[in-house]
């Protein structure tokens, strides 16, 4: 691979993955010291907590999608290859496109979707963990409502108006009020000759509650939330197996639907190379509290697919933006040290809070001890994620549609996008 030549006394640090993590620690690292090469699969930084309103039509794909090149126009020490990781050696790295040397390798590249070895909901369950996943939802759903139109029979348009969603993480919760919102507001309009009392929202959760990372007060409270929204909230079931058809339950019930969404848990993404005693049994890189993977010298791991295992964590942290920023934070002044002879600081999480948003004016939000919901709750969560995405535009857009949305009970971007068949004959 062609890279640019170190620059005297430079150290290399390649970067895999432009998440949180790997976008920060890209931004941290100053010019003297450091050359950054920034690999990763796409060519933009996605914002993940908004996906399901790219799926729900509420929001365009560009709002929460921003060109890499474009945030590093003015990082003349930063380069950015579009490339795979195929295998990590000592001190290279082969990915799709050439192999790289490195001083320092940092590992960032997230998590996947977690189906727990059941190829029945891999194959036919759908994921909501990057914006094609988003957008394929989103034509999932509105394809349904078309083929319920012309439906032959009462069974088979119950299941296309049945959404099941698996998981009662913020991602399930959130996903679930939005659909049942278009449902009450939006989808009759559209579709008059249907009826939408038909249309079931159902949320499936293995935990006795919803939210089982923040209090028990607010795990209850977002679920009154949304079965006063109309959801139908299951606690204490799992999804053993789904054909596309029909969702097969532990407790021996079945359920008929042709649309169901997995938001059940994540994985990290393995990557050849490491040491068998670095890598998890949810493929988590396990590092120790300065990110550095284990049995490794100059490789460190950061975000959702690494694990700092503690007294405090013994899972290692929750796979959220705020741990994959803090970690950044602390490598970039720890390389700094590295270079410099100094002691490395380790790694301690401060955690500013959790939140959740139901629907509009509904929302759960902890702040230490502090627990707020409803209208203010659903405030703070709004301008936390505004302040959050990168871009004056993309923050101008996405304030635009939500005061829309607010106004006129309305979303104007139910497009279903698909390739023409031409560029479908074109690929195969």
Partial sequence: MDIPPIHGDQKRVVIVGAGFAGLTLAKKLSPPCFQVIL???????????????????????????????????????????IAEVKHIHKTTIETSVGTIEYDFLVLAHGAETNYFKNPSLQHNALSMKSVGDALYLRNTLLQNFEQALIAKSEKERKALLQIIIVGGGPTGVELA????????????????????NQMKVVLIEA???????????????????LE????????????????????????????????????AGVKGMPINGLPVSAVLPNSRIRVD??????????????????????????????????????????????????????????FQYQDKGSMATV?????????????????????????????????????????????????????????????????????S
């Fill in 39 to 81: 690999i990763d699969r796409n060519n933009y930084h996605q914002f993940q907590p908004l996906l399901y309103q790219v799926a729900t039509s509420g929001l365009e794909p560009s709002s929460i999608s921003f060109p890499l090149r474009k945030i590093f126009q003015h990082y003349k020490n930063v380069f950015i290859r």
């Fill in 207 to 225: 935990f006795p509650r919803l939210l089982s990372g923040i209090s028990e007060q607010s795990g209850k409270k977002a679920q009154q939330y």
């Fill in 177 to 196: 009020g939005a659909i049942t919102e278009m449902k009450n507001n939006i989808l009759p309009k559209d579709y008059p000759e249907l009826d939408f």
């Fill in 228 to 263: 006063s929204l109309g959801v139908i909230v299951k606690n204490n079931l799992s999804v053993k197996n789904y054909d596309g058809n029909v969702v097969e339950l532990n407790n021996g019930d079945t359920m008929s639907s042709r649309c169901l969404v997995w938001a």
């Fill in 359 to 427: 629907g509009r004016n509904l929302a759960v939000v902890e702040i230490g001890k502090l627990k707020i919901s409803g209208a203010i709750a659903w405030i703070i969560w709004m301008l936390v994620h505004l302040m959050s995405i990168i871009g004056v535009k993309n923050k101008l857009f996405i304030l635009i549609n939500w005061l829309w949305q607010y106004v006129t009970y309305d979303q104007s971007l139910r497009l279903i996008l698909k390739p023409s068949e031409n560029n479908k004959k074109s690929r």
């Fill in 289 to 346: 509290s300065y990110n550095r993977v284990h049995e490794m010298v100059n490789v460190f791991a950061l975000g959702d697919v690494a694990s700092i295992q503690s007294k405090e964590s013994p899972k290692g942290h929750p796979q959220v933006a705020p741990v994959a920023i803090q970690q950044a934070r602390l490598l970039a002044r720890n390389l700094k040290k590295l270079v410099s002879g100094e002691k490395m600081t380790a």
